[in-house]
């Protein structure tokens, strides 16, 4: 695919690219995701930021708000970032998918793994979005994200928590925060120490590039 940004004019500025690529998401009907979604997710945060963290997809909340992370788990993220010093405008926040991924079971929508297809029409507003910020540490939140953005065989019981180079990034994923409020009781709390160990790792790289800049 050609570059979403092949009619940028030079010293375009990050925001103004990141605007342009969240208009052209509002009005993409390149799955069938945009038959039933009430908004698009595209992104929040820093897009000056070193980090950049990335899910899977939106679920109802983010749906009907068009903001990722949003209700109980977008609470759990906030914790997460305030534990070390950090809030969601420090960083910038995204989604592999734009659109909530859902299919109807007993009169409702409930949400549901979005499909290779879907996330692979939406890849180039995700690698545009990466251009636009520069990131130098991505964390994956998810075994999804992880599969698109770190490797497609990654599994993430095994292969969290460790570093990998994507494109000269340094790439960490961790449990999403879905998967963590799933658990309960010793499952719970060894869950969360893991997650705790991955963000501190995470930090100590941001603290790093913070430094680096100045």
């Known amino acids: 695919m050609d570059s979403l940004f092949d009619s940028a004019q030079n010293g375009e500025s990050r925001e103004e690219r990141l605007a342009e690529l969240s208009r052209q998401v509002s009005v993409c009907t390149k799955c069938d995701l945009a038959m039933s979604r009430t908004n ?32 109980r788990a977008g609470k759990l993220l ?13 960083v910038y926040i995204t989604n592999v998918v734009k659109c909530r991924a859902a299919v109807e079971e007993g009169g409702r929508m ?8 879907e996330i692979k029409a939406c890849n180039p507003y995700l690698q545009g979005q990466k251009e636009a910020i520069k990131p130098e540490i991505i964390l994956c939140l998810g075994g999804p994200a992880a599969k698109t953005v770190i490797d497609k065989d990654f599994r993430i019981t095994k292969d969290r928590g460790k570093w990998y180079d994507v494109d000269g990034v340094k790439a960490m994923a961790t449990f999403n925060r879905a998967y963590v409020l799933r658990q309960s009781g010793d499952d719970l709390q060894q869950t969360k ?4 160990k991955d963000v501190q790792a995470v930090y100590a790289e941001y603290q790093k590039a913070m430094e680096g800049r100045g």
């Open 40 to 71: 698009t997710v595209f992104g929040t945060g820093d897009p000056h930021s070193p980090l950049m963290l990335i899910g899977e997809g939106p679920g109802e909340n983010e749906d009907a708000t068009g903001l990722p992370f949003v209700g």
């Open 78 to 90: 906030d914790d997460i970032l305030k534990a070390v010093d950090l809030t969601r405008n420090d």
């Open 110 to 117: 409930k949400n549901r793994p979005p499909k290779t297809g």
């Open 193 to 196: 120490r893991l997650v705790w």
